[in-house]
């Protein structure tokens, strides 16, 4: 990382801090750094830039993509192989952490499906409420023709979404819910709501959400590390990190 602040002086290191570059920079050549050694067979690099490409001629991608990115062969063959180079490197670096790091989460991966119907006027809430609950008219249909907001277009059904989207208030409700169950119209925030959980589905630590909780444990990594490096960077670079002045109105 030291050579970036010889390739780039410092009034090159400061416009780049300035304009929002410099993270996103050092990121990138932290990655490049832990996964360029990661060597992968023919077979699966010609895999990954096919797929890279779509259905693209592998000329006509390549043509574009100096025309639109400036990019040679090899800056294309590197984009296209990055992604499994980091998929190797998270299996062997992070994935032992993996399943404590789904333990961890695994409260905000849980999903669910609730039918949702809000309104303004608390006393039509009851009534509705009571209207389904004796199966005089179905969720779905109240939902339509009374919300007030946008689950109006999906007569009231949310999700699959994490349970942590929704609001603090509804998300401690809906876990606490039995699936099926209709609850009680209840004030949140300036609406009266009237939900019922349809589904919930309990974040199971599989092959996929192993790769997904190493991949975090991998930018948890990179951006700790950035922070350090961009200080070192720029200490030794001897440029100015302070805040801008305000801008004067004069």
């Given at each position: 990382m030291n050579e970036l602040s010889t390739t780039f002086p410092p009034a090159?290191?400061?416009r780049l801090r300035q304009r929002n570059l410099l993270r996103n920079l050092v990121e990138h050549e932290i990655v490049a750094e832990a996964v360029g050694a990661i060597a992968l067979s023919e077979e699966e690099q010609q895999q990954a830039i096919a797929n890279f490409g779509g259905k693209a001629d592998p000329e006509a991608l390549a043509s574009q993509m100096a025309r639109t990115h400036g990019w040679t062969r090899d800056d294309l063959?590197?984009?296209a192989l990055l992604p499994l180079r980091i998929q190797r490197y998270c299996e062997e670096h992070h994935a032992p952490k993996a399943e404590a790091r789904?333990?961890?989460r695994k409260t905000q991966l849980d999903q669910v499906v609730y039918s949702l119907l809000r309104i303004q006027d608390g006393a039509l809430a009851r009534e509705l409420y009571f209207q389904i609950a004796n199966g005089e008219a179905s969720f779905a249909q109240l939902a339509g023709q009374h919300s007030e907001g946008p689950e109006r277009d999906s007569s009231g059904v949310i999700g699959p979404k994490p349970l942590t989207s929704a609001h603090p208030q509804l998300a401690e409700r809906l876990r606490t819910a039995q699936e099926g169950e209709l609850l009680e119209p209840f004030r949140l925030v300036n609406w009266w709501v009237?939900?019922?959980?349809?589904?919930?589905i309990h974040a199971s630590f599989n092959e996929a959400t192993a790769r997904q909780m190493a991949y975090e444990l991998f930018q948890e990594w990179v951006q700790e590390e950035a922070t350090l490096r961009i200080?070192?960077?720029l200490q030794s670079a001897g440029?100015?990190?302070s805040p801008a002045s305000p801008i004067s109105n004069g």
């Open positions: 090159a290191l400061d063959a590197w984009q789904f333990l961890q009237v939900v019922r959980l349809d589904r919930y200080a070192h960077l440029t100015s990190s």
